[in-house]
């Protein structure tokens, strides 16, 4: 199998995290903490607000007691999972995984370390009403531009893992072996 060029996945994690860091620098600098802003009022009524919060924990804002112990835990569990999707993007077959890895490197290091360490947590901003779609949940939990990246790459994988993974098997797949009809 020929080697893929992965180039593209350090081209779009540098992308990501530029776009995710100024994003976050406007947010931090031009709305106070905890202000919100409605998006196309007249137009689309409360679907998009953009706002500014902190976030210490993880997705949904799950988080450990203690502000110390989730920046520890989520500084080392990203350094993991950098490592280990760079391993996976020397591993990629084809441009779909490049592009995926690529969104997931730029989203891990933009929102978990540079947010983490520089500034102790992350800076979500875009609130979104998607009525109905979870039952008691008026509005989908805030996000940034790292999330969205990370987001896109999930479904980017979960595409190549349905559609193209199954059109091309491998060439190593073992052939199905000749009926004897005289046993």
């Given amino acids: 199998m020929r080697k893929i060029n992965t180039t593209p ?20 600098r031009y709305i106070p903490l905890g202000d919100w ?3 196309g009022k007249g137009a689309w ?22 502000p110390l112990w989730n920046r520890v835990f989520f500084v080392t569990t990203t350094v ?15 441009k779909v995984q ?6 997931i490197l730029g989203g891990a290091i933009g929102n978990n370390l540079i947010d983490r360490l520089f500034f102790g947590a992350v800076t ?14 008026d509005r989908w939990p805030v996000f940034n531009v790292a999330d969205s990246a990370i987001f896109i790459a999930m ?4 595409f190549d893992m349905i559609f193209i993974r199954e059109a091309k098997p491998s060439s190593s797949d ?9 046993s």
Avoid: E, Y
């Fill in 155 to 158: 479904c980017l994988l979960i």
């Fill in 80 to 94: 993991l999972a950098v490592v280990f999707i760079l391993w996976l993007l020397r591993k990629a077959t084809h």
């Fill in 37 to 39: 802003i409605r998006v």
């Fill in 98 to 103: 490049v592009v995926a890895f690529g969104l």
């Fill in 45 to 66: 009524g409360d679907f998009l607000q953009i706002c500014h919060l902190q976030n210490s924990g993880a997705a949904f804002s799950l988080s450990l007691p203690n």
């Fill in 124 to 137: 979500d901003f875009v609130s979104l009403d998607i009525p109905d779609l979870i039952k008691g949940m």
């Fill in 9 to 28: 996945a350090f081209i779009i994690m540098v992308g990501v995290i530029l776009l995710d860091q100024a994003s976050k620098i406007l947010i931090r």
């Fill in 174 to 182: 073992p052939k199905p072996l000749p009926l004897d009809n005289n």
